[in-house]
């Protein structure tokens, strides 16, 4: 019996290219003069401090910093402190109405249906929550944030780790077994598997061979009480 759904973002509810050709440069265009602006401000102080240690450089400059960043902009790296700093500029983003988050039109009625049944709905990116909740509280179908019980970024580990699933299940107080998360890549689903949950991966656009965890294209083809193993 599943008694949790733990959701990924980027090509599970919402489409890659929101992600990469609106959020993404949205945060690019702007971190450098917003970083200069803030750098003694909290968060962004602290956020510019975890970076340093992040990268092993206690003594980064400003600057330095700044051109990490950019180099993590352009390979997509996970960087816990990257993600701090997208997530807030984004919210201008949110708030002034240049975009709302994307959802796929399926999204919403089966994490509706799915609360309905009694199931808890968690996500986990490495998207910030920050971001996360601005994501979902600013979705193309309005604020839909009452329906998750819980949100994981990286501070929970990165989501390719087994360990990462353990510590959400622990949190959640949940057993693996009866925790179903589903995403596009399967490198993800393959350690949340190594950590028991059961897995099932959104096919949104190209397919993928590699894959042994069984695909859907969307999410009304996901019967939470009949996850094929
Ligand atoms: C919270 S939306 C932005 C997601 C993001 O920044 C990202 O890097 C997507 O990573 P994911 O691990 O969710 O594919
Ligand atoms: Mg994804």
């Known amino acids: 019996m599943i008694r949790a759904i733990v959701t990924d973002i980027e090509g599970t509810t919402s489409d890659i290219r929101f992600v990469h050709n609106v959020l993404f440069p949205y945060a690019r265009e702007r971190l450098a003069a917003f970083v200069n602006a803030q750098q003694y401000a909290e968060p962004v102080n602290t956020i510019l401090d975890n970076l340093r240690e992040e990268i092993a450089a206690p003594q980064a400059s400003t600057r330095e910093l700044i051109d990490t960043l950019f180099a993590f902009m352009d390979e997509d790296r996970k960087s816990t402190a990257l993600k701090a700093l997208q997530g807030i ?7 002034n109405g240049d975009f709302t988050g994307h959802l796929y039109p399926d999204v919403l009625p089966s994490l509706e249906k799915w609360k309905a049944q009694g199931i808890d ?4 990116s490495s998207g910030s929550v920050a971001a996360q909740k601005l994501l979902f509280g600013y979705s193309d179908e309005g604020d839909i944030t009452h329906l998750f019980s819980g949100y994981f970024d990286t501070h929970v580990g990165a989501k390719r780790e087994v360990q990462s699933y ?12 009866q925790i179903l998360f589903l995403s596009d890549i399967h490198q993800e689903l393959d350690a949340a598997e190594q950590a028991g949950f059961r897995t099932l991966q959104l096919i949104r656009g190209d397919d993928d061979g590699a894959s042994h965890h069984h695909q859907v294209h969307q999410f009304d083809d996901i019967n939470p009480e009949q996850i094929p193993s």
């Open 89 to 95: 500029i984004w919210q201008e983003g949110y708030l």
């Open 166 to 177: 353990q510590n959400i299940a622990a949190q959640i107080n949940v057993a693996p077994s």
């Open 121 to 124: 709905l968690y996500v986990y």
